[in-house]
Structures are given as structure tokens and as C-alpha cells.
């Protein structure tokens, strides 16, 4: 895990939270899976709708589900 110093930040003192970080992994995978043919905003709002029931799980393999599951 990185050093606090190294972990990406809202603030200069407040570290993102994992909520946030797993938001962002998802949006980032659904992305590399569409090619760059996705809105990242329906994208984040999908994220914060799965994220209470997926939170513990690897956020690309949840994005690659869901992609396979809109084809």
C-alpha cells in the first residue's frame, strides 16, 4: 500500500476515500472495455449505485460483469 504521501488526495491533508477510489477504478475499466465509448458521468453514477453491494470486490471484475451483461 502507499505511504500517505503517495496516495492520491482531495486535499493536501485528506486522503481519498475507498468509496471514491473504487469509483474510480470502475469508471477507468468500463472505459478501457468500451474503448473510450462511454459517458463518464453515467458511468460514475452506475459506480455509486453498485458500490454498497460491491465494495469489497475488485472494482474491474464488477465493470467487466456489467459490461458483459449491456452486450
Not at 482531495?10 to 471514491?20: G, K, N
Request: cysteine-free; proline content about 10%; glycine content about 2%.
Amino acid at each position: 500500500m502507499p505511504s500517505l504521501a503517495e496516495r492520491p488526495t482531495l486535499a493536501p491533508d485528506r486522503p481519498l476515500s475507498h468509496a471514491h477510489v473504487w469509483k474510480r477504478a470502475f469508471t477507468a475499466a468500463w472505459l478501457l472495455l468500451a474503448e473510450g465509448k462511454a459517458d463518464p458521468e453515467q458511468l460514475a453514477d452506475r459506480a455509486t449505485e453498485l458500490y454498497p453491494d460491491h465494495r469489497m470486490r475488485d472494482p474491474a471484475e464488477v465493470a467487466r460483469e456489467e459490461f458483459e451483461t449491456e452486450q
